[in-house]
C-alpha cells in the first residue's frame, strides 16, 4: 500500500574490486513516492543502482525490497519481481524501432493482456511515441529516447522504477517534459521511482525525498521540500 516500504537498504557495502565503492548505505523507499538520490560525479549513485538490481554484488548488507531480501536473486528474477532498471545512456536499440523496443520490455510477461494494456497505456502517457511507433530508435531525439527506455520499463508494470540521469543531455524544457510525466506517473498510478540526479533542482522538483551521497556515504537524508528550501542545507551539502 502507499507509504509503506517497497525498499530497506542497510549496512549496504559494495564496489568492484577490493576497495568499497558503497559503504554502510542506510535507505528506505516508501511505496508512491520518488526518492531522489544526489551527489557529485563518482559519489556512487550509479553504482547504487546497480547494485540494487543485482549488477554489482554486494559485500555487505541487506537490501529488502517488496517485502523479501533480495540476496542471490538472478537479475532475470528481479524483473519478474517488479525492479525496473533504467540505465544512465538509456539502452534504447537503435536498428529496432520504437514499438518493438517497447514490446521488449513486456516480451518476458506471462500475462500477454495486461502486456498489451500496458503498452497501450504507454502509448497514451507518451505521445511523442505514438507519433514515431516505425521509427528506428536512433531517429528519435534525446528527450524521445528518454522516453522510450522509460516508457520500455512501464510496460512491464514494474514496483519500483530505478532511473539514473534521466535528464543527460536533454535541454530544460524537455527535461521539464520528463519530471512532468513522472510527476504524473507517480500522483496517477503510484508508481515508485529511485531518481538518481546531476541535475539537482529538476530532481528536487519532482521527489518527496532526497538522500545525498558523498564518497561512496549517504551524507543526508531529508524530505525534498526540506533540501529546497534550506540554504544552510543546500550549501553544505550541494554547494549552491
Ligand atoms: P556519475 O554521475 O559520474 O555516474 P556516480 O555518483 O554515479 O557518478 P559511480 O559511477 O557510481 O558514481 O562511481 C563511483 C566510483 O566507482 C567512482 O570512483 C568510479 O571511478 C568507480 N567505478 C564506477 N564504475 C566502476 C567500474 N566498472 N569498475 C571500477 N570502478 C568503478
Redo the contacts with the bound molecule.
Keep these: 500500500a502507499t507509504g509503506d516500504a517497497i525498499l530497506r537498504v542497510s549496512g549496504l557495502t559494495a564496489?568492484?574490486?577490493a576497495a568499497p565503492?558503497l559503504q554502510d548505505i542506510e535507505l528506505t523507499v516508501r511505496t508512491g513516492t520518488i526518492a531522489a538520490v544526489l551527489?557529485?560525479?563518482?559519489?556512487?549513485?550509479?553504482?547504487?543502482l546497480?547494485t540494487l538490481s543485482g549488477l554489482v554484488r554486494p559485500s555487505a548488507g541487506d537490501i529488502v525490497f517488496d517485502g523479501r531480501p533480495l540476496r542471490d536473486v538472478p537479475v532475470e528474477q528481479l524483473v519478474r519481481r517488479g525492479m525496473a532498471h533504467v540505465p544512465?545512456g538509456r539502452g534504447v536499440v537503435a536498428e529496432l524501432t520504437v514499438d518493438e523496443n517497447l514490446r521488449l520490455g513486456g516480451l518476458w510477461r506471462r500475462d500477454r493482456a495486461d502486456a498489451a494494456r500496458a503498452l497501450a497505456e504507454v502509448y497514451e502517457l507518451f505521445e511523442p511515441l505514438a507519433q514515431r511507433r516505425r521509427h528506428a530508435g536512433h531517429q528519435l531525439s534525446g528527450g524521445e529516447r528518454q522516453m522510450l527506455a522509460l516508457g520500455r520499463a512501464l510496460v512491464a508494470r514494474p514496483k519500483l522504477l530505478l532511473l539514473d540521469?534521466p535528464s543527460l543531455g536533454l535541454a530544460p524544457r524537455v527535461i521539464a517534459q520528463i519530471m512532468g510525466l513522472l510527476r504524473q506517473l507517480r500522483d496517477q498510478t503510484g508508481l515508485t521511482v529511485l531518481l538518481?540526479e546531476?541535475n539537482v533542482r529538476s530532481a528536487l522538483s519532482v521527489a518527496d525525498e532526497a538522500v545525498v551521497?558523498s564518497l561512496?556515504r549517504i551524507v543526508t537524508a531529508t524530505t525534498a521540500g526540506r533540501l529546497r528550501d534550506d540554504e544552510q542545507l543546500r550549501h553544505a551539502y550541494l554547494g549552491f
Design positions: 564496489g568492484y574490486g565503492v551527489g557529485a560525479n563518482g559519489a556512487g549513485k550509479t553504482t547504487l546497480r544512465e540521469e538518481v546531476q551521497m561512496g
